[in-house]
């Protein structure tokens, strides 16, 4: 079989990060420690670079390639330029933890990219297999980062059990797409849907094919009762690698879900929406009810990301191109606010501490009145509190539930979103009205202020004009 030459520019961002990966894993070996800055400069411009490439290459309609393993739509190039950005704020938050952890190497950063480059795979992956393959070579990067800190037992640990059950979760998905491959005849996305609409009466091997799939999906996506790895991988991991974990994999395992659930099995929607509904109920009761008890702020946004989890699922139940495009912008949303949360982590963390624990942001406001703001505007926004974004992006989903005609489903939601926001708001507790216990001066880069900074301001500004965002998520599914 050949391949014509220009099937391959639609690849070209891929092509350009696999590329600047080895470049960089061959560089780092030329770098002392002192020297080690000029990797971290380099991956952040192939971010940006990347960024670049893929936004000059949005096509105007849809191309696929490569036998049909491989699509370039609006959707692809809206998520991979938002992994980009999540990419690079992790990448400036992180420096200078790394540095005085002595975990400033170029491993760090190859792993990084090497995660980046599977996310994209999975973005735009047009058959079972490319969605498989990127989600290994993302889940390979991620076990890796998680262990990183060698000497630490807990990571260790964190990485083991992360390991195991995203081992397990694999098997479960790549069971899944093997039985679809057997009802189907095919692992193309595109002729998997053609097969399935033309079939009258859904044969019990598309249906349990249809079960493993959505329970992989869930597994990675960290939804109850597939949710035992979130806490002690967030917990466990060095915050930097914690920070990475928990925002720009969210997109692409929204990808995953829209490419499988949607586009692949669309018109199965009426079995596997009851399964997405029984995810998003339990984890939106476990994730908020659980935080409550947590005192390690790591903790507490693991469970807080299996509560969001859960609104993801409610836009894509919802079974409607509104409900689609709500859950990508909550999605977006989620990245954006799960960046500024670990962030502001790592900002009050020091050589030697970790500010881990809810009582290490007690008298914020007296240490730094603008970073408590910072912080109080990202716990609004994780809360649903008006103006900040995240309102909107609940907002959205849940106009998408009740148009859907799940009026009960959304009543729900908005309980559990109350009595979530009680864990949200012990922070700013503490923050205004407790003494602080530890009055050390807030030591950070000035490039991580600044992006921190514009990080929370953006969640703001955002949160009072979302129609710009709301709107490119819409046009992209159109």
Same mark, same amino acid.
Request: net charge negative.
């Given at each position: 079989? #050949? ?7 639609? =690849?070209?961002?891929? $092509?350009?990060?696999?590329? @600047? ?8 070996? &030329? ?5 080690r ?37 609006k @959707?692809?190039?809206l ?5 980009? =950005? ?16 002595g975990?400033? %190497?170029?491993?760090?950063?190859? !792993? ?25 070579? =993302? ?23 992360? +390991? ?9 998905? *790549? &069971? ?17 849907s ?7 009466? %859904? ?9 493993? /799939? ?5 597994? %990675? ?19 930097? @690698?914690?920070? +990475? ?5 969210? /997109? ?7 490419? *499988? ?15 997405? /509904? ?6 939106? $009761? ?7 008890a ?13 509560a ?12 409607t191109?509104?409900? &689609? ?5 909550? #999605? ?12 502001? $982590? ?17 008298? *914020? ?13 990202i ?5 649903g509190?008006?103006?900040? !974004? ?7 989903? *849940? ?14 939601a908005? /309980?559990?979103? $109350? ?12 923050? &205004?009205?407790? %003494? ?11 490039? @991580? ?19 710009? !965002? ?6 992209? =599914?159109?």
């Amino acid at each position: 079989m #050949t391949v014509a030459l220009s099937e391959f520019v639609p =690849l070209l961002p891929e $092509i350009f990060v696999l590329t @600047m990966t080895c470049a960089i894993l061959i560089i780092d070996l &030329y770098l002392t420690d002192r020297t080690r800055h000029f990797t971290y400069l380099l991956t952040l411009l192939s971010m940006v670079v990347a960024g670049l490439i893929t936004f000059l290459g949005m096509p105007s309609e849809p191309e696929v390639v490569l036998s049909g393993t491989y699509i370039n739509d609006k @959707m692809a190039v809206l998520l991979k330029l938002f992994v980009f =950005l999540t990419t690079a704020g992790v990448l400036v938050y992180t420096r200078q933890y790394l540095a005085e952890r002595g975990l400033f %190497k170029g491993e760090f950063y190859v !792993l990084v990219m090497f995660a980046v480059l599977g996310m994209m795979v999975m973005i735009s992956a047009h058959s079972m297999l490319t969605i498989y393959l990127g989600l290994e070579l =993302l889940s390979l990067a991620l076990y890796a980062l998680v262990a990183i800190q060698r000497d630490s037992s807990v990571a260790v640990e964190a990485a083991m059990k992360y +390991f195991v059950l995203g081992a397990l979760a694999s098997g479960m998905l *790549l &069971y899944g797409m093997s039985m679809i491959y057997g009802a189907t005849g095919s692992l193309d996305l595109a002729e998997i849907s053609q097969h399935i609409s033309q079939v009258q009466d %859904k044969d019990l091997v598309l249906l349990l094919g249809a079960v493993f /799939i959505v329970v992989g999906l869930a597994f %990675k996506l960290g939804a109850v009762p597939f949710h035992m790895w979130v806490p002690d991988v967030y917990h466990g991991a060095p915050t930097a @690698m914690t920070l +990475f974990i928990g925002t720009a994999p969210k /997109i692409a395992g929204f990808a995953m879900v829209m490419r *499988l659930l949607v586009e692949g099995m669309g018109d199965m929607h009426f079995y596997w929406s009851d399964f997405l /509904i029984a995810l998003a109920i339990m984890s939106m $009761i476990v994730g908020n009810v659980v935080a409550i008890a947590q005192t390690n702020i790591k903790r507490m946004l693991a469970y807080s990301t299996i509560a969001h989890m859960g609104f993801l699922f409610l836009g894509i139940l919802s079974g409607t191109v509104e409900g &689609y495009s709500a859950a990508m912008f909550y #999605t977006i949303v989620y990245a954006i606010m799960g960046m500024a949360s670990f962030g502001m $982590i790592i900002l009050l963390s020091r050589s030697g501490f970790e500010a881990e624990n809810l009582s290490d942001f007690k008298g *914020l406001n007296d240490r730094s009145p603008w970073y408590a703001f910072i912080m109080l505007i990202i716990m609004f926004s994780m809360a649903g509190v008006p103006p900040a !974004l995240g309102f909107y992006a609940k907002l959205a989903v *849940l106009e998408a539930v009740v148009n859907a005609g799940f009026v009960w489903l959304a009543v729900l939601a908005v /309980i559990f979103s $109350i009595v979530g926001a009680f864990y949200y708001l012990r922070i700013i507790k503490l923050m &205004y009205f407790d %003494k602080a216990e530890d009055n050390s001066p807030i030591e950070a880069t000035t490039d @991580m202020r600044a992006v921190l900074s514009a990080n929370g301001v953006m969640i703001l500004l955002l949160g009072l004009f979302p129609g710009g !965002l709301m709107a490119l998520c819409a046009s992209v =599914l159109v």
